[in-house]
């Protein structure tokens, strides 16, 4: 390891979704000779199947390259390749906690998006030294000087010192290198305040256990130091550190202003917290380091095993899978037909796709989802103040003197033709729009405040949909707002089903019922007897479907005779069918929970 502070630089790359982050990190371990050319592949950092499957990247990746510079000097540079989706935002929080500079990737085709926006605001307010670059120069549509013009005017960046690069072919990266060593400044160096490290990130590995990502602040960390979590207390021992290149190698020590992993006797994923600070007990620490704002959950779903038998293994995987992600959170919860589950908390519907999926593919546990809800403010008339976000647990409407949904505030960025058609848009998930910017001739900025709750289910697609594809979106909270909130309930032969409510806008109840009630009609078997569906607010019927009985013909053994045997023969069966619904059970199968929940009506 290098052991020369000034020698270190520790930076990020941060752009909207499918700028060219990862090309231009794949080009950068290419240039430096991290990656042998026989192991080498595209995306070379993406490692989850997801994330190649999908072309986004889900987590940040931490590599470090040596580098000699044009001076003749051999520089440690760690880079960290960050998420491009408004989901991920915490993700790029993090890394940015762990760096003093980034890189700023801009389509020179698609220009200045919403997340180019956000990203940078949040760099600026980490103190971060931006490099802009101008990147996919050699596309057939890029405009270098109108994507300039957009940075400097929406972004307030001075495009003087701007490189122009192409991720794909290689050209103008090495500038890029020689912009990080010369503008990045390198880790402060501190007066003596004992050892301390941050952890950014975590793994569970199933033979060494929790592996935590760290950037040692001050000190040294090394085998066989004893250490101990500020925020959790947890001692424990660290039996290997080392960095990443881009596979993890084992090295003698992790020196002041470097990143790497540690891999200490840590069994248990709760005695780890991203953001915590860890010293050693021969230099301790007496000050933890600032670390980052705790994420909060912003939307919420059950999350139940399909198979009863699987709760505990499902269990185990959330525990595993809430340490290298800690904007998932979750709480045990249980339904009368689901049976015993968890109720969980994600950032957005894409990080609620991607949790779920990697529940199935890396834990392989067959799961069930309910439909998503956010966080209700109810305030009761005793004066007391409920947090719901589970219909579940709504009071009695009696006991209600108005409820409170969240709001969020959102950046869309368009082409001007697109103005009509995304006002209609808003308009129907009853939004207000506050403020135009016109960006340039051909695009605008769209500044909007409208409920969560609207942007769950079916949002983003809407809004490619409109656009033509050309619509980006960032959203951030912005408080709450009284709302005529209602919870929609679904009965089965008159029985509610907790898994089906849900919480909806007055205005949309009936429609919203009417979708259900129609789905259930078309995805519930036909049983013994006639089931009807109901969608009902406040014991009141607002739709309603029958799935109708089977019927076996009890005459087919008559040929002839007296009209009154078949008579006597279809009344007995109509007794019995009235019998059979007073005690029958109806039995729902698993394609009509995944219609309903997962919103396909």
Same mark, same amino acid.
């Given at each position: 390891?290098?052991?020369?502070?000034?020698?270190?630089?520790?930076?990020?790359?941060?752009?909207?979704?499918?700028?060219?982050?990862?090309?231009?990190?794949?080009?950068?371990?290419?240039?430096?000779?991290?990656?042998?050319?026989?192991?080498?592949?595209?995306?070379?950092?993406?490692?989850?199947?997801?994330?190649?499957?999908?072309? %986004?990247?889900?987590? #940040?990746?931490?590599? $470090?390259?040596?580098?000699? *510079?044009?001076? !003749?000097?051999?520089?440690?540079?760690? /880079?960290?390749?960050?998420?491009?989706?408004?989901?991920?935002?915490?993700?790029?929080?993090?890394?940015?906690?762990?760096?003093?500079?980034?890189?700023?990737?801009?389509?020179?085709?698609?220009?200045?998006?919403?997340?180019?926006?956000?990203?940078?605001?949040?760099?600026?307010?980490?103190?971060?030294?931006?490099?802009?670059?101008?990147?996919?120069?050699?596309?057939?549509?890029?405009?270098?000087?109108?994507?300039?013009?957009?940075?400097?005017? %929406?972004?307030?960046? #001075?495009?003087?010192? $701007?490189?122009?690069?192409? *991720?794909?072919? !290689?050209?103008?990266?090495?500038?890029? /290198?020689?912009?990080?060593?010369?503008?990045?400044?390198?880790?402060?160096?501190?007066?003596?305040?004992?050892?301390?490290?941050?952890?950014?990130?975590?793994?569970?590995?199933?033979?060494?256990?929790?592996?935590?990502?760290?950037?040692?602040?001050?000190?040294?960390?090394?085998?066989?130091?004893?250490?101990?979590?500020?925020?959790?207390?947890?001692?424990?021992?660290?039996?290997?550190?080392?960095?990443?290149?881009?596979?993890?190698?084992?090295?003698?020590?992790?020196? #002041?202003?470097?990143?790497?992993?540690?891999?200490?006797?840590?069994?248990?994923?709760?005695?780890?917290?991203?953001?915590?600070?860890?010293?050693?007990?021969?230099?301790?620490?007496?000050?933890?380091?600032?670390?980052?704002?705790?994420?909060?959950?912003?939307?919420?779903?059950?999350?139940?095993?399909?198979?009863?038998?699987?709760?505990?293994?499902?269990?185990?995987?959330?525990?595993?899978?809430?340490?290298?992600?800690?904007?998932?959170?979750?709480?045990?919860?249980?339904?009368?037909?689901?049976?015993?589950?968890?109720?969980?908390?994600?950032?957005?519907?894409?990080?609620?796709?991607?949790?779920?999926?990697?529940?199935?593919?890396?834990?392989?546990?067959?799961?069930?989802?309910?439909?998503?809800?956010?966080?209700?403010?109810?305030?009761?008339?005793?004066?007391?103040?409920?947090?719901?976000?589970?219909?579940?647990?709504?009071?009695?409407?009696?006991?209600?003197?108005?409820?409170?949904?969240?709001?969020?505030?959102?950046?869309?960025?368009?082409?001007?033709?697109?103005?009509?058609?995304?006002?209609?848009?808003?308009?129907?998930?009853?939004?207000?729009?506050?403020?135009?910017?016109?960006?340039?001739?051909?695009?605008?900025?769209?500044?909007?405040?409208?409920?969560?709750?609207?942007?769950?289910?079916?949002?983003?697609?809407?809004?490619?949909?409109?656009?033509?594809?050309?619509?980006?979106?960032?959203?951030?909270?912005?408080?709450?707002?009284?709302?005529?909130?209602?919870?929609?309930?679904?009965?089965?032969?008159?029985?509610?089903?907790?898994?089906?409510?849900?919480?909806?806008?007055?205005?949309?109840?009936?429609?919203?019922?009417?979708?259900?009630?129609?789905?259930?009609?078309?995805?519930?078997?036909?049983?013994?007897?006639?089931?009807?569906?109901?969608?009902?607010?406040?014991?009141?019927?607002?739709?309603?479907?029958?799935?109708?009985?089977?019927?076996?013909?009890?005459?087919?053994?008559?040929?002839?005779?007296?009209?009154?045997?078949?008579?006597?023969?279809?009344?007995?069966?109509?007794?019995?069918?009235?019998?059979?619904?007073?005690?029958?059970?109806?039995?729902?199968?698993?394609?009509?929970?995944?219609?309903?929940?997962?919103?396909?009506?």
């Amino acid at each position: 390891m290098n052991g020369n502070i000034a020698s270190i630089r520790n930076f990020c790359i941060i752009a909207h979704i499918d700028h060219g982050k990862s090309t231009l990190a794949d080009r950068m371990l290419q240039l430096t000779n991290s990656v042998a050319d026989r192991e080498f592949r595209d995306q070379v950092l993406d490692s989850m199947d997801l994330e190649r499957e999908r072309g %986004i990247t889900i987590k #940040s990746h931490p590599v $470090a390259m040596n580098y000699v *510079a044009e001076d !003749g000097k051999t520089y440690l540079l760690n /880079l960290i390749d960050t998420p491009g989706h408004v989901d991920f935002g915490y993700e790029v929080s993090r890394s940015m906690a762990a760096c003093e500079g980034a890189i700023l990737v801009i389509d020179a085709a698609q220009g200045v998006e919403a997340q180019t926006v956000a990203n940078t605001h949040l760099a600026v307010l980490n103190n971060l030294t931006l490099i802009p670059v101008v990147n996919k120069i050699d596309l057939p549509g890029a405009d270098v000087e109108r994507t300039m013009r957009q940075v400097e005017e %929406i972004l307030a960046i #001075s495009m003087d010192d $701007a490189l122009l690069v192409s *991720a794909k072919t !290689g050209e103008g990266v090495a500038a890029v /290198l020689e912009a990080v060593v010369k503008r990045i400044r390198p880790p402060a160096e501190t007066a003596d305040v004992g050892t301390r490290a941050l952890i950014f990130d975590s793994v569970y590995d199933t033979y060494r256990g929790v592996v935590a990502y760290v950037r040692v602040k001050d000190g040294r960390l090394q085998k066989k130091d004893r250490i101990r979590m500020l925020a959790t207390n947890c001692a424990s021992e660290v039996k290997e550190v080392g960095v990443f290149r881009p596979e993890p190698e084992e090295t003698t020590s992790l020196e #002041s202003g470097e990143v790497g992993y540690m891999v200490a006797t840590i069994r248990k994923p709760s005695d780890l917290s991203i953001g915590d600070t860890v010293t050693t007990v021969d230099h301790p620490a007496r000050e933890a380091l600032p670390g980052f704002q705790i994420v909060r959950p912003m939307v919420f779903s059950g999350v139940y095993p399909v198979s009863s038998e699987d709760y505990e293994k499902l269990k185990h995987s959330m525990d595993k899978l809430s340490l290298n992600d800690s904007a998932f959170s979750y709480q045990a919860e249980s339904s009368t037909i689901l049976g015993f589950g968890f109720r969980c908390g994600f950032l957005g519907l894409l990080h609620m796709e991607i949790v779920q999926e990697r529940l199935r593919r890396e834990f392989d546990v067959d799961i069930i989802n309910t439909y998503p809800s956010v966080i209700y403010r109810i305030h009761m008339k005793d004066g007391t103040v409920s947090m719901i976000d589970n219909p579940a647990f709504m009071p009695e409407l009696t006991r209600i003197e108005r409820i409170e949904e969240p709001m969020i505030k959102a950046s869309m960025l368009c082409n001007n033709e697109n103005i009509g058609d995304i006002m209609k848009l808003l308009l129907d998930k009853r939004g207000i729009l506050e403020r135009t910017d016109s960006l340039d001739t051909k695009r605008v900025m769209l500044s909007s405040r409208l409920p969560l709750n609207e942007i769950l289910v079916e949002f983003h697609d809407q809004l490619k949909s409109v656009s033509h594809g050309y619509a980006s979106m960032d959203y951030e909270h912005s408080g709450y707002e009284t709302s005529d909130v209602v919870k929609l309930d679904i009965l089965l032969n008159e029985e509610p089903v907790d898994a089906f409510s849900c919480m909806v806008h007055r205005s949309k109840a009936a429609s919203r019922g009417r979708q259900m009630c129609k789905v259930l009609k078309d995805v519930i078997p036909p049983h013994m007897f006639s089931i009807p569906v109901q969608a009902a607010i406040n014991r009141s019927i607002i739709a309603r479907e029958t799935i109708r009985a089977l019927r076996k013909d009890v005459t087919a053994k008559c040929y002839g005779g007296d009209v009154t045997r078949k008579r006597k023969l279809l009344e007995r069966q109509k007794a019995g069918k009235k019998r059979m619904k007073q005690v029958g059970k109806v039995n729902v199968p698993q394609k009509a929970f995944m219609s309903i929940l997962t919103g396909n009506y």
